[in-house]
């Protein structure tokens, strides 16, 4: 674990400064669930899953329609989310797994390491996934107090993945569970949070809360089974809802609801596409969820896989009702979260997400141009507020598809429109240069 020491000196040569008084920080909770399609929430859409918590949420806060993951995949978009830049740039474009032995660079500065050194109490509770060979890899050495949780998803043992690592339930660096009750993760995830929120005696506090659930094997505890009408699945979603609103009524209880930015949002889409090697143990392909009117799923650079539902909470600061279809993704999470804070982002590297704290509050548009697709270390795709361009590989046929219009990708125009072609084509040659050369 980083010394306080070692820290500020990190600090200090990675160029963010923290402004301000601690007593006038908000409190911050970042909820991340794992595989959640964009359908899945009944504010987005879905038909039987009902998910009152999150709705209450969404209309007392902002709903984005158009906001995306940085990666169709857990650990890169896990990498762009705490980095606030794109997986290829920050060097982890691929997910790691149990005999891994790396993980995201070490010269990468996470979003809880600021956070830290401006004076805020940091937790992780939840799916790590970001390296767990060396102890230098864990949350406790990235800019978090504490750490409980797993180290990568929640299927990568046998049956499903031919490994002979156990995978183990941690409390900071120490395994306190084997086997591991998937049961009962969210509940006790949830209630990591709560306890670590009545803790904070009045401390700015910084919980990053990256579900298991509703990746496969999907898991919920006996009282919520059966509750859904979708299933099994249904029933994972609603106690995910379950656990928001639990926060969301310690955060009111405490009094400091008015002082706490509240964010939630999903890695990737749903995996509709999974292998016949997860069909064991009780998987079924019907476990998975919606990607609603989106074509695509999990892996992919089709709007399935990766555009996500995304609710922002901050009463009194986020006006309720806030409803937008502007351009925005998870790296813009990084700068908006600490500059909430008061505290500069790093200003010795490229930062590619930008500040959205205007737009969730209803005061301007997004900033955000553009977004890239990547699917690992290639660039797929790119989509501006009217077009998206998808062309996995140089050979391939261009397909331009009015993302407005046409959300689910059904129709080709790019022979109408050979200049906006021509011009994004462009764009992917262009940031395709910058970032190998990054």
């Not at 379950?242 to 706490?260: V, Y």
């Not at 660039?379 to 507020?385: G, I, T």
């Not at 219009?405 to 790019?414: G, H, I, L, S």
Request: charged share 25%; glycine share 10%.
């Amino acid at each position: 674990m980083v010394g306080a020491g070692m820290g500020a000196l990190a600090a200090e040569k990675a160029g963010y400064a923290a402004t301000g008084g601690s007593g006038s920080r908000p409190n911050i909770v970042l909820i991340f669930v794992d595989d959640m399609g964009y359908g899945d929430l009944s504010c987005y859409g879905h038909p039987t899953i009902q998910t009152p918590r999150l709705d209450r949420m969404a209309n007392e806060g902002a709903r984005l329609t158009s906001f995306y993951a940085t990666a169709p995949v857990c650990t890169p978009s896990r990498a762009a989310l705490m980095t606030g830049r794109y997986p290829v740039r920050c060097g982890q474009p691929h997910n790691v797994g149990p005999g891994s032995k790396g993980g995201l660079p070490l010269s990468e500065i996470l979003m809880a390491e600021p956070l830290k050194q401006a004076g805020y109490r940091t937790m992780c509770i939840g799916k790590w996934h970001l390296g767990h060979a060396k102890e230098e890899l864990w949350p406790t050495s990235r800019g978090f107090d504490h750490f409980y949780g797993l180290p990568y998803s929640n299927d990568m043992r046998r049956p499903w993945v031919q490994t002979d690592v156990p995978l183990k339930l941690y409390r900071d660096s120490e395994a306190i569970e084997h086997p591991v009750n998937q049961d009962t993760l969210t509940e006790r995830y949830t209630e990591e949070a709560v306890k670590f929120i009545k803790d904070s005696a009045g401390d700015p506090f910084f919980i990053y809360l990256p579900h298991s659930m509703p990746h496969l094997p999907v898991r919920t505890s006996e009282r919520f089974r059966g509750t859904s009408n979708a299933g099994l699945y249904g029933d994972v979603i609603e106690t995910l809802d379950w656990s928001t609103g639990r926060i969301l009524d310690t955060l009111e209880a405490e009094g400091i609801a008015d002082n706490t930015l509240v964010i939630f949002t999903s890695d990737n889409g749903p995996w509709l596409n999974l292998p016949d090697r997860m069909l064991q143990e009780g998987n079924e392909r019907w476990h998975a969820g919606s990607p609603g009117p989106l074509r695509g799923a999990k892996a992919s650079t089709w709007e399935g896989g990766m555009r996500e539902p995304m609710i922002a909470w901050w009463p009194g600061q986020i006006p309720a009702g806030q409803l937008s279809a502007e351009l925005a993704c998870t790296m813009d999470l990084y700068p908006t979260i600490l500059r909430a804070a008061g505290v500069e982002p790093p200003s010795d590297r490229t930062i590619d997400g930008l500040d959205i704290m205007p737009l969730l509050r209803g005061q301007a548009n997004s900033p955000r141009e553009r977004f890239y697709y990547f699917r690992g270390s290639r660039l797929e795709a790119v989509r501006n507020d009217t077009w998206k361009l998808r062309q996995p590989r140089p050979k391939d046929e261009p397909e331009l598809y009015h993302i407005e219009r046409d959300v689910a990708e059904q129709y080709n125009v790019a022979k109408d429109h050979p200049e906006v072609v021509s011009g994004l084509q462009d764009r992917m040659k262009s940031f395709t240069k910058e970032v190998r050369k990054a």
